[in-house]
Antibody, heavy 114, light 108 residues
Framework: QVQLLESGPGLVKPSETLSLTCTVSGVSISTYYWSWIRQPPLRGLEWIGYIYYSGSTNYNPSLKSRVTISVDTSKNQFSLKLSSVTAADTAVYYC????????WGQGTLVTVSS | EIVLTQSPGTLSLSPGERATLSCRASQSISSSYLAWYQQKPGQAPRLLIYAASSRATGIPDRFSGSGSGTDFTLTISRLEPEDFAVYYCQQYGSSPFTFGPGTKVDIK
């Protein structure tokens, strides 16, 4: 079955770069689009961006200057980097499959704090 | 950017009752690319409906979606105890993709 698993540091200092990886199993990453979505504590969902296996990306303009999403087809993984983080970037970060995601990772809480 | 507004903010109902949730867009959504998700505390969202009215795999038929253009509806025909949760709509027809603020369905 399709599974997605986020990994990366749970604590990032202000002004540093948040880095997360999503490992996909049960399906080749070389199909579908793959998305990152986040949810601040007790708040709603925010779409960060997506990537296709070819490397084509689309980012939320509100984050575009700070976001990079990349893919590693050899490892069946895709990754998120968010630079110059502040406390406002504290959230549960989800990786997911597709534009209307039908499979989601469990989510990982990233806290921005010194 | 398309802004989605969901109403009501909270819906208090009893098991067995019918739930009607609304999602309104600030502009027409291309090709009815509108999805609905259910989220319970501590869990990732679960896709219920895509393309406005198509049920996702494994979703019970008590969940149905309708609408087009700027007005969309999620209906739960008879609430089961496990249906009490927060529901989000999302448009994916125009970048940036956006989510509504959610409707909480709680037990009356």
């Amino acid at each position: 079955q399709v599974q997605l698993l986020e990994s990366g540091p749970g604590l990032v200092k202000p002004s540093e770069t948040l880095s997360l990886t999503c490992t996909v199993s049960g399906v080749s990453i070389s199909t579908y689009y793959w998305s990152w979505i986040r949810q601040p504590p007790l708040r709603g969902l925010e779409w960060i961006g997506y990537i296709y296996y070819s490397g084509s990306t689309n980012y939320n303009p509100s984050l575009k200057s700070r976001v990079t999403i990349s893919v590693d087809t050899s490892k069946n993984q895709f990754s998120l980097k968010l630079s110059s983080v502040t406390a406002a970037d504290t959230a549960v970060y989800y990786c997911a499959r597709g534009w209307a995601p039908d499979y989601w990772g469990q989510g990982t809480l990233v806290t921005v704090s010194s | 950017e398309i802004v989605l507004t969901q109403s009501p903010g909270t819906l208090s109902l009893s098991p067995g009752e019918r739930a009607t949730l609304s999602c309104r867009a600030s502009q027409s959504i291309s090709s009815s690319y509108l999805a609905w998700y259910q989220q319970k505390p501590g869990q990732a969202p679960r896709l219920l409906i895509y393309a406005a009215s198509s049920r996702a795999t494994g979703i019970p038929d008590r969940f149905s979606g309708s609408g087009s253009g700027t007005d969309f509806t999620l209906t739960i025909s008879r609430l089961e105890p496990e249906d009490f949760a927060v529901y989000y709509c999302q448009q994916y027809g125009s970048s940036p993709f956006t989510f509504g603020p959610g409707t909480k369905v709680d037990i009356k």
